[in-house]
């Protein structure tokens, strides 16, 4: 009988998930919400959009006869690694994640730790000049600003601010020497982050400290178990060889 190939569904939306993706070759699926740029030039196929939750992605999976899911989501898309660890569950695959460390406070760092939105604002009262750097969610906010208060929002997307706020569109990686030029035009008294990790949007943090601002963090939710998790997309890389010779 021929064995049939192991497919991989990967769920990605992340610089990491693509460096997994452009290892893929045809059979395995790159999966995207849709936010962002989508790539045109890999060897797995590239699918766009929501499941329909998680049992949509559990009949995904069925139907295209995936034997592995990989959630390589951002750390804070919280919803769709629930859903990748349920719907491997109801379809009897395994699920692995990629589940990148978030970045470390150093000695004299002032981190402000946050868990929603009520408290975010609440510990950017004693500030006037905050940039947010924690995508979309700002925007839904515009007209909350307090009068004290000027913000910057730097996120994908391209809108209108308002008399009280910017918003910078811009993509990541940003450069330290980049970072510095506009902490120093803007004049920034606080930074609002989530903690993704990595080294694409850290240099933030290094001004941040150099200039002894602080930055107000919004924790990390708390994701489900999966079967194998890693680290490091090399790891995965490692793992995916494994399983698919399997
Ligand atoms: P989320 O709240 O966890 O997911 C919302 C819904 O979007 C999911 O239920 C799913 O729809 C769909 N979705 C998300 N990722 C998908 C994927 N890779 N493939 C297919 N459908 C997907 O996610 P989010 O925080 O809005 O983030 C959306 C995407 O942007 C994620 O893929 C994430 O990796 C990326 N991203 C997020 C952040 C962040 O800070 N949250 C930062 C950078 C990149 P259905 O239920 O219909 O399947």
Same mark, same amino acid.
């Given at each position: 009988?021929?064995?049939? =190939? ?7 939306? *992340?610089? /990491?998930?693509?460096?997994? =993706? ?6 395995? $699926?790159?999966?995207?919400?849709? %936010? ?8 797995? *196929? ?28 951002? @750390? ?5 690694? =629930? ?7 109801? #379809? ?22 946050? +868990?929603?939105?009520?408290? %975010?604002? +609440?510990? %950017? #009262?004693?500030? #006037? ?9 700002? %925007?839904?906010?515009? /007209?909350?600003? @307090? ?9 994908? /997307? ?11 569109? =811009?993509?990541? @990686? ?17 930074? $609002? ?13 290094? $001004? #941040? ?14 994701? @489900? /178990? ?21």
């Amino acid at each position: 009988m021929m064995r049939q =190939a192991r497919r991989a569904l990967l769920l990605g939306g *992340t610089g /990491d998930a693509l460096k997994i =993706a452009r290892q893929l070759g045809p059979g395995h $699926v790159y999966s995207l919400a849709g %936010l962002g740029k989508v790539p045109d030039d890999l060897r797995c *196929t590239v699918r766009v959009g929501g499941f329909g939750g998680s049992d949509g992605m559990a009949r995904y999976i069925e139907a295209e006869r995936i034997g592995l899911v990989i959630d390589a989501t951002h @750390p804070y898309a919280a919803q769709i690694s =629930a859903n990748a660890v349920h719907a491997s569950r109801a #379809a009897r695959v395994p699920c692995w994640a990629l589940r990148r460390e978030g970045w470390q406070p150093q000695a004299a760092d002032d981190w402000r730790m946050v +868990g929603d939105w009520a408290e %975010l604002s +609440g510990a %950017l #009262a004693p500030f #006037a000049k905050p940039l947010f750097t924690l995508g979309r969610e700002p %925007l839904a906010h515009l /007209d909350e600003i @307090p009068p004290h208060q000027f913000w910057t929002v730097r996120c994908l /997307d391209h809108e209108e601010g308002n008399s009280r706020a910017r918003i910078l569109a =811009a993509r990541g @990686p940003f450069t330290l020497e980049g970072e510095r030029a506009l902490f120093r035009a803007e004049a920034f008294d606080v930074v $609002v982050s989530k903690n993704s990790g990595g080294s694409a949007t850290e240099a933030k943090l290094e $001004v #941040a400290r150099e200039l002894g601002l602080p930055v107000v963090m919004l924790r990390r939710p708390v994701l @489900p /178990d999966v079967d194998r998790e890693f680290a490091q997309v090399s790891e995965v890389l490692q793992a995916l060889g494994e399983f698919s010779q399997a």
